[in-house]
């Protein structure tokens, strides 16, 4: 399959997951009162978290390591789908036993059985990660596609019966179980079938130089979660569920910018190390073309993105006015961190990976700390800017050192220029609408432009219905 109809897979999927996600919106936000959806909101925050340690950084592991031996990929493939199932059996025992303990030291007040249906679910979609990664790897974007809609279909359809039916937040860790582990089935039943390597024939394939690449994508994990969900922990202590409510839905009209990058990120992360292996020019050129591709999306929600928010929610919702465009050029700012690393990956088993969001995490935990308490969300979103600017500069500075690409700067420059001319037009002058959609055509008629070739590829490969795997 072609990186072109990967992307296509990969982005429907993330359209119909995500645009469910949204759906469910001015449903829960209606169903559920302020006090009652910030509860739910700190219950994702801590999933967020679990997620991070659950995973162990093994679907990043399948994604960097490259094997002549498909059996040896295959086998790898096994140990790390026994170790995911070892790792969570033991997570759900625990949390099982210790639960009453462990709710009593949160910030928010959760309920001893919604904790536990969490647990559950959480460990249900880290086992799932690794068939997930199975068909990224494989090319099986139209097999991952069925299964994550599916998925989203099913757990959206029973949240919503189960909210009308009165089951509150209750229902929605319910619906996420079950709607995990129905998936999760069918997933094992496809990938075991392929994994029939045997140990008599290959022994584990885990060492301890793995240990060391796991080690350091799981604390660097638990490092971008303390610039990515941790200010929740600190909102709802010092401002109270009601006003966690209100951050987390102007967060989630932000992460849609996030998510529309989503394919483009998916097949990237799969097959950067294939490209700077082949050439590095070649890597350079669509590395540039991703992010450009990234800001042009931030750049339509910055327009979008309000107009839908004060569409969709009721109107206890509706906050401050700048909140969501600066979570949107936070997201901007990220995607530069996400593209332009790749020498702190392929170097010192991603130790570099890990200081630095290690020292971000330092920065965002002191910025969170000395300015929520006294600006609440504003302080928050402050502190995140700094940290994501941080991040994204060192990355970029470390990554070079490690790993010389020669970057054709001049070409982000105007999308820098048009994202900041945006935001203040946003925030400033609200109103001002013909404005905001004269600033974003220039923006997309520039990259049109920059990129006139790579679009007359593509729309003469479409009728062909053979796209060409050099035009991605």
Known sequence: MTGLKQILYFGISVVVVKGLGFLLLPVTTRLLDLTEFGELNFLVSVSSVCSLLLCLGLPELLFKQQYNDNRLKLALFRDCLVLSAVVCSLFIVIALIFTHKIIVHLPANVAPLDFQLLCINLS?????????TYFRVYNLAKHYCVLAVCHGLLQTVVTISLLLLGKGITGVMFSGMISTLLILLIALFFVIKKLTITYASISWRLNKQHSAFL??????SLCVYAGNGAENWFIVAHEGEAVLAQYYVA????????????PIRMWWFAKRFDFIKEDKVNYSFSAVRSLNIGLALCAIM?????????????????TNTWWLPALIIIVAIRHHSDILNIGCFMHKNGLYVTLINACAAVIAMIGLWLLVANEGVNGAILALLIMQLFKAASFFVISQRLEKIQINVKDLIVSWISLACLFCSVVFYPQWFVLHIGILTAFLVFLSLLYKTDIQRVIKAFPTRHVDASIL
Do not use: D, G, R, W
């Open 124 to 132: 249900l979609s880290a086992l799932l990660a690794i068939p997930y």
């Open 215 to 220: 080690l350091a994508i799981i604390v660097s």
């Open 251 to 262: 967060v989630q009209f932000a992460v849609m910018t996030s998510f529309t990058f989503e």
């Open 302 to 318: 910055l327009i979008l993105a309000p107009i839908l928010f004060n569409l969709v929610l009721p109107s206890a919702y509706q």
